[in-house]
C-alpha cells in the first residue's frame, strides 16, 4: 500500500488513520466515510446525499455533502476518497477492518489464516441508522459463520487450541447457536476428551431448555450418543 494509505476501524468504534497520522472528522464527515466504506462501490451523490439528509431538499443535501467533503484536509481527503462529477466512493486504497472477514476463506495450505487478526466487537456500536443496521446483523453473522469455519478447519488440521478458541468465540458471541456448540463439541472428540465434550452438550442443552424450552437437535445429540450408551436425554 502507498505509505499514505487510509485505514478505517468500524468494528467496535469509529476511527480513522491517513498514514501513521489519527485524523479528527467532524461527526457528517465519519457518516459518509462509513456509508462509502460499507457501500464497497462508488455511490451516487444524490443517493448518498439524499440517505444521509433525508430531511432537506435534494439541492440542499448536496450541498451539505460537497461541504462535508472540502471540510476534510485536502492530504487526508486525497486518501480518502475519490469523487467525480457522479460519483463518490472510499479510495481504492483504503483498508477498512471490516473487509477482513470478506478474506477469510478457507486456505488449506496456509496454516497461518488461523492466526489471522479478525476484528471483534459490534459494527459502529451506538449508530442507528438503517444502513448501518443492515450491515452490523450481516457482520455478525458473517463474524460466526468465519469463527464456525475457522474452527473446523483448524480441527481437521490437528490445530486443536486454535480450533477451540474459535469455536468458544463463536459460542461466547451466541450462546444459543447450536451449530457453534457443535463445532466446539467436535474439537473435543477428536482429541479423545469425551468428558469435555458431554459438559458442552449439557451446558448447551441446559442453556437452550432454559432460555427456550427446545430440546437440542438429532445432530448434536448423535454426537456425544456413542458417549453414553443410551439416548443422550
Not at 457528517?28 to 462509502?36: D, I, K, N
Not at 477469510?104 to 496454516?111: C, E, K, L, Q
Amino acid at each position: 500500500m502507498p505509505p499514505r494509505a487510509a485505514h478505517l476501524y468500524l468494528v467496535g468504534r469509529f476511527a480513522c488513520r491517513v498514514g501513521d497520522e489519527d485524523v479528527r472528522l467532524t461527526p457528517t464527515a465519519e457518516r459518509v466515510l462509513a456509508f462509502l466504506a460499507l457501500a464497497r462501490r462508488p455511490v451516487r451523490r444524490h443517493q448518498l446525499a439524499g440517505t444521509l439528509w433525508p430531511d432537506v431538499t435534494d439541492r440542499q443535501a448536496l450541498t451539505r455533502l460537497r461541504s462535508t467533503l472540502w471540510k476534510v484536509p485536502a492530504p487526508q481527503r486525497a486518501a480518502l476518497v475519490e469523487a467525480d462529477a457522479t460519483n463518490v466512493s472510499l479510495h481504492r486504497d483504503a483498508d477498512v477492518d471490516l473487509y477482513a472477514l470478506d478474506d477469510d476463506a478457507p486456505a488449506a495450505h496456509d496454516g497461518g489464516v488461523f492466526d489471522a487478526p479478525m476484528p471483534r466487537g459490534e459494527l459502529l456500536p451506538g449508530w442507528g441508522d438503517d444502513w448501518v443496521l443492515v450491515e452490523r446483523e450481516r457482520h455478525r453473522q458473517l463474524r460466526l459463520h468465519a469463527l464456525e469455519d475457522r474452527c473446523a478447519r483448524a480441527c481437521a488440521a490437528g490445530r486443536f487450541a486454535d480450533a477451540l478458541r474459535a469455536g468458544l468465540e463463536a459460542v461466547a458471541q451466541e450462546p444459543l447457536r447450536e451449530s457453534a456448540h457443535r463445532r466446539v463439541i467436535e474439537v473435543h472428540l477428536a482429541e479423545g476428551n469425551g468428558a469435555e465434550a458431554l459438559t458442552q452438550y449439557e451446558t448447551f442443552r441446559t442453556l437452550l431448555r432454559a432460555e427456550l424450552g427446545l430440546p437440542p437437535s438429532d445432530a448434536i445429540r448423535a454426537l456425544v450418543r456413542p458417549l453414553l450408551g443410551r439416548p443422550a436425554d
